[in-house]
């Protein structure tokens, strides 16, 4: 019989490979945070938040650097946390709304390897508000 630490550690690195739930609990708990940095307050959505990073081992792919979808999760956590910081995601939450995104502009400038520290910018460059209704039958 396996000692039981044995057993929970077995159980996160399945979870962690065959789930990728790294994310997940990345993005809760950005969404049960506030993370307030000194210095820094986004008043409106024109403002630019500054998320930073770091690589960890789940994150690598074949080559030992950052997997390209992999980055694109990080940018979805840094766009939440975004989001929560200027109030729109809390609005939208008591409005029963949500939201689409409608393209994203990447610039990958360099490698990311194994615990390399990045930052995610965020910034809001065309808003178009619609409103869509779907008819359920």
Request: proline content about 1%.
């Amino acid at each position: 019989m396996f000692p039981f630490y044995i057993v929970i550690l077995l159980t996160s690195v399945a979870l962690v490979v065959c789930l990728d739930i790294i994310h997940v609990v990345r993005t809760i708990f950005v969404l049960l945070s506030r993370r307030k940095r000194r210095g820094e307050h986004l008043n409106s959505i024109l403002d630019v938040g500054i998320s930073k990073s770091i690589c960890l081992p789940f994150d690598l792919d074949i080559f030992m650097h950052m997997n390209n979808g992999n980055y694109l999760k990080h940018c979805d956590i840094a766009r939440i946390w975004f989001w929560k910081e200027t109030g729109v995601w809390d609005l939208l939450f008591k409005l029963s709304g949500s939201m689409t995104l409608g393209g994203s502009c990447n610039r990958y400038r360099r490698a990311i390897t194994l615990f390399t520290k990045f930052t995610i910018k965020t910034r809001v460059r065309n808003c178009k508000f619609d409103l869509y209704k779907e008819k359920l039958r």
